[in-house]
């Protein structure tokens, strides 16, 4: 595949994420009972990202790819998150750190990548992105949204963990990948 190309299925499945975002946004109930069209809606988005990264895998990345599915799982993830807590079934301060992490980030990857050093997603972005997942789609959840909170915010807790860490870590791969002494964290 040429790193290059615009038109692939892979960027047609994220496309199509980043597209149907604002309409979870809009299905996302205003209580904390949950709702089965919400919670259907949420799954099939949160496993197209899988998909097209299935595809991409198979059929070689692409630089709009790179691009592209980051910033759908951002929309998709944070928008989701902020319409929780706009409806009180989330609380403010971990979805805030969470967005915070996500900006710095991306900003950084920018500048590294600027420099030509190269920040694909680590291994523990990867799980930060499912337990954010995770969490929503547990709120989201009828059978698991009423009276069992403790599932979906264990779930962001460990999600704002993993996005601590895995924030560090980029700090870590960039003066590492730059040649620079790696001082203690």
């Known amino acids: 595949m040429d790193p290059l190309a615009l038109a692939t299925w892979a960027n047609a499945v994220t496309v199509g994420r ?3 975002s604002p309409v979870m946004f809009l299905v996302i109930p205003e209580h904390d009972r949950g709702a089965w069209g919400a919670f259907a809606l949420w799954f099939v988005l949160s496993l197209s990202d899988a998909i097209d990264g299935v595809i991409a895998r198979r059929r070689g990345p692409t630089r709009s790819g790179a691009f592209l599915d980051p910033l759908a799982d951002k929309v998709l993830v944070l928008g989701a998150m902020f319409t929780l807590v706009r409806y009180d079934v989330f609380p403010l301060l971990p979805v805030a750190v969470i ?6 980030i991306s900003i950084y990857r920018t500048v590294v990548g600027t420099r030509g050093v190269s920040m694909p997603a ?5 799980y930060k992105t499912l337990f954010q997942q995770l969490a929503v789609g547990f709120a989201l959840w009828p059978w698991f949204a009423d009276g069992t909170s403790w599932v979906w915010l264990t ?31």
């Open 18 to 20: 980043l597209l149907l």
């Open 99 to 104: 967005a915070v992490r996500e900006f710095v």
């Open 122 to 126: 680590s291994r523990l972005a990867k």
């Open 155 to 185: 779930f962001l807790w460990a999600a704002v963990v993993l996005a601590v860490v895995s924030g560090a870590q980029y700090f870590l791969r960039g003066r590492i990948r730059r040649g620079e002494t790696v001082h203690a964290l």
